[in-house]
């Protein structure tokens, strides 16, 4: 079965869930029990959602999934519809707290999709005894974030759970965006040849989160670089339209992991360069000290757009010139037409494969 | 300020809060911490989100609130849109579970405003721990419903928070509706001769939820009313159109609170007769027994309908022919415009005052 609904007007394509998106089919649960690991945003989590959720919920094929599902029929108009539920621990972190990380994702999960970003749910879970001083800058947060994006928050819920059932604040965030054009942005649209671009640095979101929740003593400070990317995009989609063929924003699991779902969503090969990969010295530090990887960092004001090769050097010239873009790099390209392997070229100039994140990097980073 | 966009499409009506509705501006916010109490859907809820939440989000005057918000202006397309976590705790209980829960309470929101429920978000937060057997009946019971509802899962999230930072499973669903009419179904719009009709009986899933929680040995079961009303709108308003006046589904704070916001919102005395009150013997026992008063009681499967005195025997008439309707009662009467009182002829002929639900009479029914 499709998503198809008994009458018009109807959804017309298959579920979205957030930017997820499975297709390691050869796993299995081989546990009773949820796992840390299956909030991690790679294969854990596609593995719950394929064996389970999906099956469950929607009975869809995943050959098609992307950060927002698209409804259409609705009269003429072509809605994109998403949603996410923020769970970072620490709440308040260095530049920014789960309040503008909960509009500026959603936000950008709807501007992937190539929609206008229109209208805002919130959902707050509570935990008894959080203290109104940290809501309340929370919420002037999310004003702020959503302001500056120009959405409306529309509509919300608030829900109080006893002490100790929750953690201080979970928020929910669903948006509603429509579409000013016929271009369908998909992930499984990358086609040989194209370039790979990235419009900042990597990693800071996960490693600012990071550093805050331990307390690390870092040489320099990590920010996050959490951002509305909608106004980014609009510009991009304007200037170069149909050669912009997959947005996707790499947040949990980070870009390998979103790398390798949309060169399996379009079954290609995808080669990085390292030495292209725009990183700060500080965030690759603190990887280093913590033998973690940057490539599977999340990212929350970072997308990556893959594009026309003929294009793409005005592509990074137009992200460079952009508030969102100073640190924009063309990381890589789209090789051949496969069953969808992601290849590193090295700095030392070996070769390496990349998977998606296979267990919990960074718990609770979003 | 409103809620409208900078530029069209635009939302045009304020922000809505899953049927929290504020009015009750001399109440002040005396406390540093957030109460369980926060979350009853009652007059500390109301404070909360009158005195920090909306002023801070929306800055938009409370005399407008419903359950979903209507975006106008998108193309010719007036849509609902509207959101709602739930923290039931047992997760199952009688006659249903927090997942069934969280797709009919999401339509009812919808159904509410009059909208016809199209799609819906599904955000899952996790403990880590959590049975997978227990999240698959979760499961399940979402889809069931949803396509008893016929309405669409289209997105979803999923997030891990370790044991003891969560509990078992919370459960965000957001809604969009379609309008296939004109009419306008608002809180605001309740006048004097007006009847007011209940779909069945009171306080049944609240009980439900707490007897299954405290392990009462009831002596016969009660089984939550947790349903999807929205086909049961459609027939109301194909039938009755522009003299359905005010739709609400009465959930946390129950029948007593719902009223309460519709007086004040409409500014109208409302005069409800006890001995009119559906309720069953085993819920009345219950409430009795507990010191509870059913009147404030959590319900997932009702509607409270403010219909024109002219068509209230004849939309009384079609709720009982109806499977969401056979309990169906006329239970009061809007008497004159006033500042917003509700009033009770109780069974021994007195008359007593209805307030909105002061505390938190039964945490985490919902």
Redesign the interface.
Known sequence: MG?M??NP???Q?P????G?VFFAKELK?N?????????SGGKL?HQ??DE??IP???QVAQSDQND??I?EG????R?A???????V?PIIFPGGNIGDLAINGTVNDLAMSGARP??I?????????????E??EV??A??AA?DKA?????????????R????KI?I?T?G?G?FDHDLKILGNAAKPGDKILINGSIGDHGMAVLASREGLDLQSDIATDSMALNHLVTKLLAEFGENVHVLRDPTRGGVATTLKEIALQSQVDICLQETELPITQTVAGACSILGLDPLFVANEGKLLAIIDAEKADAALALMRSQPEGGGAAIIGDVVEKSSGRVMMQTAIGGMRAIEMLAGEQL??IC
Request: proline share 5%; hydrophobic share 45%.
């Open positions: 998503v609904l008994d007007p109807s959804p394509s579920p979205s869930r957030g997820e649960l546990t009773d029990v949820i796992l840390l690991g299956h909030g989590s719950l959602l389970l959720i469950t919920l929607s927002a599902a409804l609705i009269d003429s108009t809605l519809f998403t949603t996410d539920s923020y769970v621990d229109l209208a749910s919130v959902g707050l879970i509570l935990e008894e005894g959080l203290a109104l001083a809501l309340r919420l002037q999310m004003k959503a120009q959405v409306k928050i529309v509509t919300g819920d608030t829900k109080v759970v006893p100790g059932k929750g953690d979970f929910n669903s509603i429509v718990p609770r």
